[in-house]
């Protein structure tokens, strides 16, 4: 079974980029995405989900 993925290999990954300072950590320390929510909210076509479905991404952290 070498190199099948473990059940929490994915959560083990992003503890330690987070602990180390992933690069996406850092970038988020220093720009603040809420600031273009209103524009990511308009610019992304979103379906109409009267029948159901999963929930939409949220536009900022995407």
Excluded: K, N
């Amino acid at each position: 079974m070498a190199g099948q993925a473990r059940l929490f290999d994915a959560e083990e990954r992003l503890r330690w980029l987070s602990a180390s300072g992933g690069p996406l950590e850092r970038l988020r320390a220093v720009v603040d995405f809420e600031a273009f929510r209103a524009e990511l909210e308009a610019a992304l076509p979103r379906a109409d989900r009267s029948r159901g479905g999963r929930p939409p991404y949220d536009a900022a952290p995407m």
